[in-house]
């Protein structure tokens, strides 16, 4: 399983889970049913300063969920250089 392979996805505090994790299919731009989140590995946007390395392998995570039958499309400006796990398709 993928969440078995990062301690990104076993986050133990709530300033941790403050810290790294951002959604970005929010506001105006939202779609139903669509579900995208981030899971920081390294520096605090907010003051800079740098998180422990939860994962060495990987600077960020990104997760899609799409609940509907259809194909979604997202901008998520604040990431680049992603690619599909493996295991991507359920």
Known sequence: MIRLRSDLFRLTTGQYIIDRVG???IRNRQQAGLIVM???NGIKPSFEAQLRDLNPMHDAILV???MGYREKTIEVR???GFQFHS???I
Do not use: P
Request: hydrophobic share 55%; aromatic share 6%; net charge positive.
């Open 38 to 40: 981030s899971l920081k």
């Open 87 to 89: 295991m991507n398709m």
């Open 64 to 66: 899609m969920v799409n």
């Open 23 to 25: 959604f970005h299919n």
């Open 78 to 80: 604040t990431v680049a």
